[in-house]
T-cell receptor, first 116, second 115 residues
C-alpha cells in the first residue's frame, strides 16, 4: 500500500501569496491530520478530519489557514495570505479509526515552506 | 491539561552504548502513550505504543519503553545504539475528546550518535 503522499516537497512563496499544499492519505484511512512543525514549537495541530468531517479547525490558525477534504483520498491546506512566520514544515498524517493499527498515525514526508 | 514534556532537547551517545530518552506526561486518567521517530527529511514513524497493561512495551529496532504511573513517565530505552538511530524522537499522549481523538506531541529529542 502507498503511504501518505504530500506535494510539493518544497515551496517558496513571497509574503502575501496564496499557497496550497496537497495530501493523499493512506487508502482506506478514516482520519486525516495537518500539523505544522517548527524547532521552537514542535508539532502543532492545524486541522483534523474524521471521515471528511472537520473536527478541529486549528484555533489560533483559523484566520489564514484553511484545510479541506475534497474526497476521502485528497486533502488540501491553503494558507492565504502567507507571512514569513509561516515558514515551517507542514506534515499530513492519516490513521484508521478501528482495527489493530487504529490510532497509529502514518505521516507523509512533509512540505517545507519558506516565505520570503 | 494533557501534555507531554521531553526535558532533553539533544542527547549524544556513543555507538554501542545504551540510551534513555526521557518523557513525562500530564494526563487525567489512564494515558495511551506513543513514541515516534523522525529520520532526516522524512515524516514521523511509530516506534511503539502503550495501552494499559504490561508497563514495558517492546518496539521496533530494539527499542522499548517503560510506563510509570507513580513518576508520570514513559522513558524510551535501547541497549545498544547504532549510527542509524540518529534521528529526532517524539513522545506523545492520546487525547480523547468529544471532538475526536488527537495526539499531543512533545517538542522532540534529537539523538546524535558518536562513532
Amino acid at each position: 500500500d502507498a503511504g501518505v503522499t504530500q506535494t510539493p516537497r518544497h515551496e517558496v512563496a513571497e509574503k502575501g501569496q496564496t499557497i496550497i499544499l496537497k495530501c493523499e492519505p493512506v487508502s482506506g484511512h478514516n482520519d486525516l491530520f495537518w500539523y505544522r512543525q517548527t524547532k521552537i514549537q514542535g508539532l502543532e495541530l492545524l486541522s483534523y478530519f474524521r471521515s471528511k468531517s472537520l473536527m478541529e479547525d486549528g484555533g489560533a490558525f483559523k484566520d489564514r489557514f484553511k484545510a479541506e477534504m475534497l474526497n476521502s483520498s485528497f486533502s488540501t491546506l491553503k494558507i492565504q495570505p502567507t507571512e514569513p512566520k509561516d515558514s515551517a514544515v507542514y506534515l499530513c498524517a492519516s490513521s484508521l479509526r478501528w482495527g489493530g493499527s487504529a490510532e497509529t498515525l502514518y505521516f507523509g514526508s512533509g512540505t517545507r515552506l519558506t516565505v520570503l | 491539561a494533557q501534555s507531554v514534556t521531553q526535558p532533553d532537547a539533544r542527547v549524544t551517545v556513543s555507538e554501542g552504548a545504551s540510551l534513555q530518552l526521557r518523557c513525562k506526561y500530564s494526563y487525567f486518567g489512564t494515558p495511551y502513550l506513543f513514541w515516534y521517530v523522525q529520520y532526516p527529511r522524512q515524516g514521523l514513524q511509530l516506534l511503539l505504543k502503550y495501552y494499559p497493561g504490561d508497563p514495558v512495551v517492546q518496539g521496533v529496532n530494539g527499542f522499548e519503553a517503560e510506563f510509570s504511573k507513580s513518576n508520570s513517565s514513559f522513558h524510551l530505552r535501547k541497549a545498544s545504539v547504532h549510527w542509524s538511530d540518529w534521528a529526532v524522537y517524539f513522545c506523545a499522549v492520546m487525547n480523547y475528546g468529544s471532538s475526536g481523538n488527537k495526539l499531543i506531541f512533545g517538542i522532540g529529542t534529537l539523538l546524535s550518535v558518536k562513532p
